[in-house]
Nanobody
Framework: QVQLVESGGGLVQPGGSLRLSCATS????????MGWYRQAPGKQRDLVAT???????AYADFVKGRFTISRDDAKNTVYLQMDSLKPEDTAVYYC??????WGQGTQVTVSS
């Protein structure tokens, strides 16, 4: 059974940081490109960042320089370090394995 479980979300003040984790099971993690997406209320789900099996990374323009995606193949886990958070970063953040498997999401709220 494939499982992707996000954690690390919460409430943070503008300018603060959070580190999201996505622990996976049931997939050969090291062979999958992993991605983080986000969806704000009433909006479409947007790609935030991806990391390939060779650790090539790509970022949406709206997070470049502030967010960092990484992976630990030994732990079957992908991370998203989020710094200099802004209120507009408020959303549910999802991880995705390849083109098929999604996690359940974790809420990130940036507010004073």
């Amino acid at each position: 059974q494939v499982q992707l479980v996000e954690s690390g979300g919460g409430l943070v003040q503008p300018g603060g940081s959070l580190r999201l984790s996505c622990a996976t099971s049931g997939i050969p993690f090291r062979f999958f490109t992993m991605g983080w997406y986000r969806q704000a209320p009433g909006k479409q789900r947007d790609l935030v960042a991806t990391i390939s099996v060779r650790r090539t990374t790509a970022y949406a323009d709206f997070v470049k320089g502030r967010f960092t995606i990484s992976r630990d193949d030994a732990k079957n886990t992908v991370y998203l370090q989020m710094d200099s958070l802004k209120p507009e970063d408020t959303a549910v953040y999802y991880c995705k394995a390849g083109n098929l498997h999604w996690g359940q999401g974790t809420q990130v709220t940036v507010s004073s």
